[in-house]
């Protein structure tokens, strides 16, 4: 065998063995052959028979050997290493079950007798091991000081594992039934809590690039609420801050080794990432996680795909998703095919995602022509209605600022309002009276958001065009929000992209009930525009006299038109 870990060349019918075998003697790899007819008691770790014959080998080969032991006692590996470490032979995939235990415990020699190192509590966990025991190698090639460690469940200290150490192998060991039983019972009960609950579980990345730690805890903060409301309970969040982002996994090969460990004690199904992730970065970290992998632009698809209720608005999220998609289908990738149910994996392509990009293009191009002509016959309705010379307002703003809350009490209106993000779509119209017997047409329109996927904004076009005839932009601002000049900015960003800053724009500072009367009172002296509570109807009043007086201020008719 060569040393890459592929079985050696032996006599035909029996076991093989695996690793580093190249070098060793005939009379080596014989007694190395016999070890599979050696038993252990399934009730000890290891026994001072089988210890002291792979220390001896250890001693005389100045490698490290270890075996595979099932729950019956019998060895089904046998491998051998270099001075420092081995390589385990393909057991099957990691993350094999989250409750029960791969049913092999691993043994093997250290020659300085260290105590485990990082790879053997790695294997431990990410193999799910019953065991993993290091027998420490003394003078000549006799068994000396045991290390041991087995996996435990989640609890409040943060630990994986259990990690031990007796002075002999001589020594009484634990029971290894009695201790597996209750492992796996304790498991058991835990994923058994956590299928009542039936919700995905996630841990939230975040990466600081810039420095500017106070900006990445607010985006990783809006990541939390855009999990919960895609219907994701986060167990736990990271932010790591770096210089640069690491081109093969985003975050250090450390932190995402951490994230694995912890992943697999909190039964977690995906990461998310507060970034956008190239598709050979998703396709690295899904296969050194076995997890689904998602990134801000695939949460915020997923809601969007969730929340769209109109033929329109399912018709441009398929198109967003399609697009962001497109060039991730370069090859097979098993990042992808983890996402064919559940958060990141709702709208086309759930039963098939592994699409061929042909079948992907011909659909962008259907779905692009049917968006096309819903935009035709939207600027019909818009030219029917800008020749009743109906002034048209239309509300932008931050998502979740309360927009929908605005409609609802300057019309009467029954838009659904949740405190959730993107809690509605599609764009609705009403028509208002101002009380001067005047009537203008009020439009919600979608919720925007920083970092908005640009496929997302290309798609939803057609909706954001009502924009382009609007009289009046109510800017709707939540002013209780830290990041609420982040989030300003935001908004302005794209409706600078969308050539809209030249339109009228009116602030609205909503939920001004939440501040302090001072505070309101110096927000709109530096800032203009009007404090209201959506929710509680205080200042629309004030609002709409603003707004009356924006619209129909003298000289204004020539450009909107007065009824």
């Known amino acids: 065998m060569d040393g890459g870990g592929r079985p050696s060349s032996g006599e035909q019918g029996l076991k093989e063995i695996y690793g580093n075998t190249l070098g060793l003697k005939a009379n080596e790899q014989h007694r190395l052959r016999n070890t599979f007819r050696r038993r252990v008691s399934p009730h000890e770790i290891v026994s001072p028979e089988l210890a002291r014959h792979l220390t001896e080998l250890s001693h005389e080969t100045n490698r490290q050997v270890g075996v595979l032991i099932n729950r019956k006692g019998e060895i089904e590996h046998v491998v051998v290493g270099n001075a420092h470490k081995l390589e385990l032979p393909d057991i099957g995939r990691a993350r094999a079950g989250q409750v029960r235990l791969r049913g092999l415990?691993?043994?093997?020699?250290?020659?300085?007798?260290?105590?485990?190192?990082?790879?053997?509590?790695?294997?431990?966990?990410?193999?799910?091991?019953?065991?993993?025991?290091?027998?420490?190698?003394?003078?000549?090639?006799?068994?000396?000081?045991?290390?041991?460690?087995?996996?435990?469940?989640?609890?409040?200290?943060?630990?994986?594992?259990?990690?031990?150490?007796?002075?002999?192998?001589?020594?009484?060991?634990?029971?290894?039934?009695?201790?597996?039983?209750?492992?796996?019972?304790?498991?058991?009960?835990?994923?058994?809590?956590?299928?009542?609950g039936g919700r995905e579980k996630a841990i939230l990345v975040a990466v600081?690039?810039?420095?500017?730690?106070?900006?990445?805890?607010?985006?990783?903060?809006?990541?939390?609420?855009?999990?919960?409301?895609?219907?994701?309970?986060?167990?736990?969040?990271?932010?790591?801050?770096?210089?640069?982002?690491?081109?093969?996994?985003?975050?250090?090969?450390?932190?995402?080794?951490?994230?694995?460990?912890?992943?697999?004690?909190?039964?977690?199904?995906?990461?998310?990432?507060?970034?956008?992730?190239?598709?050979?970065?998703?396709?690295?970290?899904?296969?050194?996680?076995?997890?689904?992998?998602?990134?801000?632009?695939?949460?915020?698809?997923?809601?969007?795909?969730?929340?769209?209720?109109?033929?329109?608005?399912?018709?441009?999220?398929?198109?967003?998703?399609?697009?962001?998609?497109?060039?991730?289908?370069?090859?097979?990738?098993?990042?992808?095919?983890?996402?064919?149910?559940?958060?990141?994996?709702?709208?086309?392509?759930?039963?098939?995602?592994?699409?061929?990009?042909?079948?992907?293009?011909?659909?962008?191009?259907h779905l692009e022509k049917r968006i096309d002509l819903i935009g035709r016959e939207r600027s019909v309705r818009r030219a029917q209605r800008n020749r009743r010379e109906l002034p048209v307002i239309s509300i932008v703003g931050y998502t979740n600022a309360g927009k929908s809350t605005l409609l609802n009490a300057i019309t009467n209106a029954q838009v659904l309002a949740e405190n959730k993000l993107f809690a509605t779509l599609d764009p609705t119209s009403r028509r208002l009276r101002f009380p001067q017997e005047r009537e203008v047409i009020i439009t919600d329109t979608v919720g925007f958001i920083r970092d908005l996927p640009k496929d997302l904004v290309a798609a939803f076009r057609a909706t954001l065009e009502e924009l382009y005839d609007a009289s009046l932009l109510l800017h709707v601002v939540d002013t209780a929000d830290p990041a609420r000049d982040e989030q300003v900015e935001a908004v302005e960003k794209i409706l600078s992209s969308l050539g809209l800053m030249e339109k009228p724009r009116l602030m609205v500072w909503n939920k001004a009930d939440l501040l302090g009367a001072e505070e309101v009172d110096s927000l709109l002296r530096a800032r203009g525009g009007v404090a209201i509570s959506a929710q509680t109807r205080e200042g629309l009043t004030a609002l709409l006299a603003k707004a009356d007086t924006t619209l129909f201020a003298e000289g204004a008719s020539e450009t909107i038109g007065v009824i």
């Open 208 to 365: 600081c690039l810039d420095g500017n730690r106070g900006r990445a805890e607010a985006s990783l903060a809006e990541l939390k609420e855009l999990a919960r409301t895609a219907g994701v309970e986060v167990v736990d969040s990271v932010l790591q801050v770096k210089r640069e982002a690491d081109p093969r996994y985003l975050i250090g090969r450390g932190k995402l080794e951490d994230l694995n460990l912890r992943s697999m004690q909190s039964m977690v199904d995906l990461l998310i990432f507060d970034k956008d992730l190239t598709p050979s970065q998703g396709r690295h970290i899904g296969e050194a996680t076995s997890l689904k992998i998602l990134d801000r632009t695939q949460l915020i698809l997923d809601i969007f795909a969730q929340r769209a209720q109109s033929a329109e608005g399912k018709l441009q999220v398929e198109l967003a998703q399609l697009k962001y998609r497109l060039p991730r289908l370069v090859q097979s990738d098993d990042s992808l095919s983890r996402l064919a149910g559940g958060i990141g994996g709702r709208g086309p392509g759930e039963t098939k995602l592994e699409i061929d990009r042909r079948r992907v293009r011909e659909r962008i191009t």
């Open 105 to 196: 415990r691993l043994v093997h020699t250290h020659l300085k007798s260290e105590p485990l190192t990082k790879d053997d509590l790695t294997d431990l966990a990410l193999l799910r091991l019953d065991c993993v025991a290091a027998v420490g190698v003394g003078s000549e090639g006799l068994p000396s000081v045991l290390h041991y460690a087995y996996l435990v469940p989640e609890n409040g200290s943060g630990e994986f594992w259990h990690v031990a150490t007796l002075p002999s192998v001589h020594q009484e060991q634990p029971d290894l039934v009695d201790t597996l039983g209750a492992l796996e019972e304790e498991f058991s009960r835990k994923a058994a809590a956590r299928a009542v």
